[in-house]
T-cell receptor, first 115, second 114 residues
């Protein structure tokens, strides 16, 4: 099973709302990633978790708060977002957090709209 | 610093034609990895291939083939006898050894016209 699942598929939220994005994999991977992708742009790395610990934060604003409760789950908590945060949010996993040595498997993404 | 350039922003070809997507990269490392990913309209990035810098053999997988040339820092992707299902955005990516990050190119949007 090489599947990464993400919920919800679509999310519309106001600037004062709190919501969470969820990502799950059952491939035994120990690295998980959050990416943000704007229209007609490549994915931009936000966070990397390695063995359930945050190893990379690409200077992401604090209104985005990641959480890795266990090796299979990755959450992204959203609070007080801005309209410019509207984007496709992609989750990915790989066996280890060495981007070159292992391919990353991506989920279908959550399309977020902030109103 | 590492960089990936995909100069072709959009390509359209008629079904059954062959098409080549270009990828040029920059890195100071002697050991690095190159990738191609496909992103169909559904949004999910699909892994296609990973190649390390020591392996310059061309690779063929069905209708897909890849030409890696270190002399020109290129890793081009050819689709033979294109099909409508090949319509997608294709990303080339690079990672240096020991690095946790992928550097993506800007992508090439491929449209196959039936």
């Amino acid at each position: 099973d090489t599947e990464v699942t993400q919920t919800p598929k679509h999310l519309v939220m106001g600037m004062t709302n709190k919501k969470s994005l969820k990502c799950e994999q059952h491939m035994g991977h120990r690295a998980m990633y959050w990416y943000k992708q704007k229209a007609k742009k490549p994915p931009e790395l936000m966070f990397v978790y390695s063995y359930e610990k945050l190893s990379i934060n690409e200077s992401v604003p604090s209104r985005f708060s990641p959480e890795c409760p266990n090796s299979s789950l990755l959450n992204l908590h959203l609070h007080a977002l801005q309209p410019e945060d509207s984007a496709l949010y992609l989750c990915a996993s790989s066996p280890r957090a060495l981007a070159g040595s292992y391919e990353q498997y991506f989920g279908p993404g959550t399309r977020l709209t902030v109103t | 610093a590492q960089k990936v350039t995909q100069a072709q922003t959009e390509i359209s070809v008629v079904e059954k034609e062959d098409v080549t997507l270009d990828c040029v990269y920059e890195t100071r490392d002697t050991t690095y990895y190159l990738f191609w990913y496909k992103q169909p309209p559904s949004g999910e990035l699909v892994f296609l291939i990973r190649r390390n810098s020591f392996d310059e053999q061309n690779e063929i997988s069905g209708r897909y083939s890849w030409n890696f040339q270190k002399s020109t820092s290129s890793f081009n992707f050819t689709i033979t006898a294109s099909q409508v299902v090949d319509s997608a955005v294709y990303f080339c990516a690079l990672s240096e050894v020991g690095n946790e990050k992928l550097t993506f190119g800007t992508g090439t949007r491929l449209t196959i016209i039936p």
